[in-house]
Nanobody, 118 residues
Framework: QVQLVESGGGEVQPGGSLELSCAAS????????MNWYRQASRKERELVAD???????NDADSVLGRFTISRDNDKNTQYLKMNSLQPVDTAVYYC????????????WGRGTQVTVSS
């Protein structure tokens, strides 16, 4: 069982920055692929970025060059550094962990609100 707790959300002006953290409890953190999703009001949840246990990353086109995903396996924590934030980035951001054993196992955090507004 893995529990995920996000922090670092808040309100920021356009062009500003925030860094989200996701602290994971439970064993085998480094074996999980870690992801950040977001869900804006009245829209479907979308994948923002992912990072493998070994540190390989992928970013959605909408955040490429602005957001950076990373992880610290010794601290059981993943991060999302967000720069040049725009109103379209306003959403609830969710931490997600996946692992394939005999089938896919996944866990979600409760989310943290990010609001970009002038």
């Amino acid at each position: 069982q893995v529990q995920l707790v996000e922090s670092g959300g808040g309100e920021v002006q356009p062009g500003g920055s925030l860094e989200l953290s996701c602290a994971a409890s439970g064993a085998d953190f480094r074996r999980y692929n870690m992801n950040w999703y977001r869900q804006a009001s009245r829209k479907e949840r979308e994948l923002v970025a992912d990072v493998s246990g070994g540190g390989s990353t992928n970013d959605a086109d909408s955040v490429l060059g602005r957001f950076t995903i990373s992880r610290d396996n010794d601290k059981n924590t993943q991060y999302l550094k967000m720069n040049s934030l725009q109103p379209v980035d306003t959403a609830v951001y969710y931490c997600h962990a996946t692992l394939f054993r005999t089938g896919w196992i996944d866990y979600w955090g409760r989310g943290t609100q990010v609001t970009v507004s002038s």
